[in-house]
């Protein structure tokens, strides 16, 4: 049977290093995207080029319905979704706490982590052995923030992601017995366009500085990591975050 992975916020940045990867790894990809359609399609384009399964897939991940058809729409493309890597998040324009508006930090929360539970329990519904489900596993992206706490950058997002790094350890126990995997993969500055949305780009020196390995990370070293905790060589691992921050 073949695997399929459902990738969220996949038009860009880890979410499409993933996808590209995890085709060449044999994986079905279905790359979801909320508003970006076009980078989307040219992701899907390039992986059936270069012989791979893919299908862009719309979908809001804050909206339960959305979820369940996203799902729907995975399965109906190539059959039983097997692994989920929960990607789409945003971090809010940088800047101290007390600058921040409520609507940022709401938004960073659904996205980040109501988006995430929400997939992660549909991914259970359909995945869990208890449910005639063939099993599967998850992979949530957390960040060094969750520990380091961004102060002065994006506290909200840090508190997003320290959400996420607890969602992974209480699912991971709870469906340890349905056939279920659940990990983390928690990046640190990444080279990728997320932080020309936050305004971080302008101070990506500062963060090389304190970075032991005196580099940014790039997206296609994130996803070594995420299909590496999809795939069965991961098989007696599940609760970790996998910290792929360059010593940071």
């Known amino acids: 049977m073949t695997n399929v992975v459902l990738i969220t916020g996949a038009a860009q940045g880890?979410?499409?290093a993933t996808a590209q990867l995890a085709a060449k790894r044999g994986y079905a990809v279905?790359?979801?995207?909320?508003?970006s359609e076009a980078t989307a399609n040219?992701?899907?384009?390039?992986?059936?080029?270069?012989?791979?399964?893919a299908a862009p897939l719309p979908g809001d991940v804050t909206d339960e319905t959305s979820v369940r058809k996203l799902f729907d729409a995975a399965e109906q493309a190539f059959g039983p979704v097997t692994a989920l890597v929960n990607n789409a998040g945003i971090t809010g324009r940088s800047g101290?706490?007390?600058?921040?508006s409520a609507h940022t930090m709401s938004e960073v929360m659904q996205i980040n982590v109501i988006g995430s539970m929400l997939c992660g329990r549909e991914a259970v519904r359909r995945m869990s052995t208890q449910r005639a489900g063939r099993g599967g596993a998850i992979v949530n992206i957390s960040s060094g923030a969750a520990t380091l706490g961004s102060p002065n950058t994006y506290v909200w997002y840090a508190a997003s992601k320290g959400a996420i790094d607890s969602l992974t350890v209480g699912l991971a126990r709870e469906v340890a017995t349905q056939g279920i995997r659940v990990n983390a993969v928690a990046p640190g500055v990444?080279?990728?366009t997320i932080h020309d949305d936050s305004?971080?780009?302008?101070?990506?020196?500062e963060?090389?500085?304190?970075?032991p390995m005196r580099r940014l990370g790039t997206a296609d070293e994130v996803a070594e990591?995420?299909?590496?905790?999809?795939?069965?060589?991961?098989?007696?691992?599940?609760?970790a975050i996998l910290r792929v921050a360059g010593g940071r």
């Open 190 to 192: 990444i080279d990728t």
């Open 199 to 205: 305004g971080v780009s302008e101070r990506l020196d």
């Open 42 to 53: 040219a992701l899907v384009d390039t992986i059936q080029r270069n012989g791979g399964a």
């Open 30 to 35: 279905a790359v979801n995207y909320r508003r």
């Open 96 to 100: 101290p706490l007390h600058l921040a």
């Open 225 to 239: 990591s995420i299909l590496w905790l999809l795939s069965d060589a991961a098989s007696y691992c599940t609760g």
């Open 14 to 16: 880890i979410g499409a």
């Open 207 to 211: 963060f090389v500085s304190a970075i």
